[in-house]
Nanobody
């Protein structure tokens, strides 16, 4: 099992930036990919960005050009740099780690973008 701890959420004005961090511990050697998901009130959880251990990335269309996912393998940490934030980016952001058929989740961090 992998334990994930997110940090970096908060309140920001539209157009501003935030950086989320996700530190992984536990059985990290089986991780094949990590990603960020978000869930807004009344909506389904959706993929925001993902990165594989090989460095390949994937982004939701709504965040392309604004968000960047990266990782620091030495620190077992994945980051989500969020620029040009919009009110519709407001949600709880969850870190996810995929190891084979297993998915582990963090506790979530709130991001609120005011207009």
């Amino acid at each position: 099992q992998v334990q994930l701890v997110e940090s970096g959420g908060g309140l920001v004005q539209a157009g501003g930036s935030l950086r989320l961090s996700c530190a992984a511990s536990g059985n990290i050697f089986r991780i094949a990919a990590m990603g960020w998901y978000r869930q807004a009130p009344g909506k389904q959880r959706e993929l925001v960005a993902a990165i594989t251990t090989g460095g390949s990335t994937d982004y939701a269309e709504s965040v392309k050009g604004r968000f960047t996912i990266s990782r620091d393998s030495a620190k077992n940490t994945v980051y989500l740099q969020m620029n040009s934030l919009k009110p519709e980016d407001t949600a709880v952001y969850y870190c996810n780690a995929r190891s084979g058929l297993t998915r582990d989740w963090g506790q979530g961090t709130q991001v609120t973008v005011s207009s």
